[in-house]
């Protein structure tokens, strides 16, 4: 733990550093970076200062894409320091604090060895330092889904029907922090099911299911009123349209440009034409246009979803890790890749790094599929596996941002260092015995 704090702390301490040095522009701008850290930021303000959830200056439209949960953690701090500066230190102990949930869940189903790799492999990993020490959910939202996950195995929602209360109010902040938590609380409600298998009293986990929905709707369903008031749709955001309709089907009309120009130019121009992408009362319009030009290429962009949902694995933090340094310090990037610590990484190291990290996340959900099938049967090892298949094709072709993998790591850390052993004991059980039968000998 100490290790995880001092590496994260140094990292916010340079960008902090680098800030004042910068500048007075580079002042404004730290621990904000590009359109949605901004909006993080401005919306939280306003809820200080004004009282209200809006990205407008002139405090009109209220925001129906966002939802409350990090601009509200964010408010609370602005609350009571006055400075967003002061954010990455709090998401600071939010990371050690999950690397600890990480290392517990691993001893609780797997050995503390596997425990203690997969917590401090997911405290330095570089993506995941670099967005602690930056205003964006992803540290909140993996610190609620651990700690979720960390009672879940422990059992403690079968309790008494208190604890899973507590649960659904874990599962409906996680959701209100991010929206895609939606398809998390289904994923619970499925294992759970599975789980109903070896349950001898099934009664008592059902009311504990219900419990959990009930405890998941206390926190959920008073924002989709606020937003119903709003736009008259009863829904949590509109950011699943929203992201679907500009970047999903964005990329796969684009990527077939050169086949079919016409179509792509109008699908700009008809979605340009609804507005305001971001209000939810456009998004009957949106879901129209999704129909129109995907029912006519569905076979296509299944195809193009699942090719894109494989780049999932096959990013390096790295690499990542040091363009954004890039981008962040010097403002001349790409121009001056020349002179950067990318060109320096690319010269001394070649394409081998792509290769070993490849192969590490690779091998991981090797392994988690591995647990499922191949080990003593065991609900966890389903979640773990479903976790990390689900936000694999959620991100789907915007998967080429490494920072979509931050989620699903503590699962893949902790199929691979909790399912190395077994595999290749297995591996060499079945080299052995099939060495016996050729040769009669071992």
Known sequence: MILVFSINFIIYAFFLSWSYKGGSLYQRIYPTRGNDSTEYLTLAENIVEKGVFTIDSSLGAPDTLRTPGYPLFLAGILLFFKNPKILPFFQIILLLITSLLIFLIGCQIYSPKAGFFAGLFYGINPITSFYTAVIYSDILFVFLVILFTYLYIKRIFEINYYWAFSGGLILGCLTLVRSIGLYLIVLVLIITLIGLIRVKIKTRLVLAVFFMILGSCVVLVPWCVRNYRISKVFSLS????????????????????????????????????????????????????????????????????????????????????????????????????????????????????????????????????????????????????????LFMLLTGPVSYDVRYRIPAQPFLLLSFFGSMRPALSEIRRLISGKYKNETGRI
């Open 238 to 389: 509109s950011l699943s349209t929203y992201n679907f309709a500009n970047y999903n089907l964005m990329l796969f009309l684009e990527k077939n440009r050169e086949s079919n120009p016409e179509e792509f130019i109008s699908y700009q121009n008809e979605l340009n034409r609804i507005g305001n992408l971001r209000l939810l009362q456009n998004q009957d319009k949106i879901l129209a246009l999704i129909k129109k030009y995907l029912a006519p290429n569905l076979a296509g962009y299944i195809t193009f979803h699942i090719k894109g949902s494989i780049i999932f694995l096959f990013k390096s933090d790295i690499e990542s890790a040091i363009q954004i340094y890039n981008r962040t310090i010097h403002p001349g990037y790409p121009a001056a890749e020349n002179k950067s610590f990318v060109s320096l990484w690319r010269k001394t190291t070649d394409h081998w790094r792509y290769l070993v990290e490849s192969a590490f996340w690779g091998v991981a959900l090797l392994l988690s599929f591995y647990s499922v099938f191949y080990r003593k049967f065991d609900p966890n090892f389903i979640f773990f596996f479903l976790f990390i298949i």
